[in-house]
């Protein structure tokens, strides 16, 4: 009988801070491209992470790791201060989503992570594919 197809989601919150920051702009174009999201004081969000793997042969156990491998080490942190990727990359929610799918695509079965999901806010979301 043919395996059935299927996805899984494990949505993992975190909470962190950040400021967009190009260290190869200026800081007068800093603030033009980024304008209240320059403020060097930095400004927090409680981010909502889903991940989607492919074929739930899965178990919800190794989700959890995966979680815990991943995502929890942004937890409570300034990203550009305490993860060295956000030193030369800005912060932003497309890098983030980057940052989390080239970590986590190293700890699942290849071909099996399909999608990065981040909630920046209620209105930013990003999807990463991974292409
Ligand atoms: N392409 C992107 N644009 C923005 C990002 C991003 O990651 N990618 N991030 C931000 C800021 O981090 C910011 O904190 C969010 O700002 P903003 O969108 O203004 O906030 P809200 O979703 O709460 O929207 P309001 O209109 O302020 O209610 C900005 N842009
Ligand atoms: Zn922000």
């Not at 550009?80 to 080239?102: G, R």
Request: proline share 4%; with cysteine; aromatic share 12%.
């Amino acid at each position: 009988m043919a395996e059935r197809i299927g996805y899984i989601t494990r949505v993992q919150s975190f909470s962190a801070c950040h400021r967009l920051h190009s260290p190869d702009l200026s800081d007068e174009e800093n603030k033009k491209v980024y304008g209240k999201c320059n403020n060097p004081n930095g400004h927090g969000h409680n981010y909502k992470g889903l991940y989607f793997i492919y074929l739930w042969s899965v178990f919800i156990v190794v989700l959890h790791q995966l979680s815990d491998v991943i995502m929890t080490p942004l937890d409570h942190k300034n990203l550009d201060k305490d993860v060295p990727y956000f030193s030369t990359v800005v912060s932003t929610t497309e890098n983030l989503a980057v940052y989390i799918w080239d970590h986590m695509v190293r700890e699942v079965p290849e071909g099996l992570l399909y999608e990065i999901k981040i909630h920046e806010t209620d209105k930013n979301i990003v999807v990463y594919r991974g292409e």
